[in-house]
């Protein structure tokens, strides 16, 4: 499965199956899934004429939420039904950046992005049960977690915290108490300045907390070390030997 040409990958709630964007056709990053270990080469799952990135599925398994990036189109979010029409429905109508998000551990929220403020902030809005394109865009409820810019939404593994990186740079979690229909967040509270993570693509996320979020994995650009100089003073002596 693993080229030069795939990438942004979201596992199933088992880790049994993986979603992944591919332009292994030599055109537009299609969506394919692949069960794990399997011999068989992976099937297209969705594809279209704009470049697609996948973003999170939900544990329930019945939803994939995707970036759509291309054509007269900025940056925004679809949801891609897995079972039944297939039909892709849109997460929002705005006319603002909307590069990426995550679905809650419940599946009833969903953490993203967008510039709608003048700069990236993190977001919470519900998600609803069996989501139509007019109850998905109408779910309301929306509600602001970053306070000083966000991007990289995680959720923790029981819902009960969202980390982010926070617009200086600093990883940053915030406290969850929710349930299907409320919502509360607390205060951003900043851990720790992240490493250098090199240039960023719209819904391509570089960091991952661990299910108990004690422990954070970032993938950081690759330093070389520099071939050693010698230096030779004095070298003309060394010829009249």
């Not at 006319?95 to 969903?110: K, L, N, T």
């Amino acid at each position: 499965m693993a080229s030069a040409d795939t990438e942004s990958a979201v596992w199933d709630r088992e880790g049994r199956n993986i979603i992944f964007s591919s332009a292994r056709t030599g055109q537009m990053e299609d969506l394919y899934e692949k069960q794990v270990g399997g011999a068989a080469d992976a099937p297209v799952l969705f594809r279209s004429n704009e470049a697609k990135r996948a973003l999170s599925w939900s544990t329930d398994g019945r939803f994939l939420l995707y970036l759509s990036i291309g054509g007269r189109l900025k940056p925004k979010l679809w949801v891609l039904p897995l079972q039944g029409d297939r039909t892709p429905l849109p997460l929002l109508r705005t006319e603002f950046d909307e590069p990426d998000a995550r679905f809650s551990p419940d599946g009833h929220w969903v953490a993203y992005v967008s510039n709608e403020s003048g700069r990236y902030e993190v977001y919470v809005r519900p998600f609803p049960p069996n989501p139509l394109p007019q109850s998905i865009s109408n779910a309301g409820g929306k509600q602001r977690i970053s306070d000083t810019g966000g991007s990289s939404p995680m959720w923790r593994k029981d819902g009960k915290a969202l980390y982010y990186i926070g617009g200086d740079g600093k990883l940053t979690v915030v406290t969850i108490s929710a349930g299907s229909s409320t919502f509360q967040a607390g205060a951003p509270n900043p851990l720790f300045t992240v490493p250098p993570r090199g240039p960023q693509k719209p819904g391509m996320t570089r960091w991952a907390p661990s299910p108990d979020g004690k422990r954070f994995l970032f993938l950081v650009p690759e330093v070389r070390e520099a071939a050693p100089l010698t230096v030779v003073l004095n070298w003309q002596a060394g010829l009249k030997k």
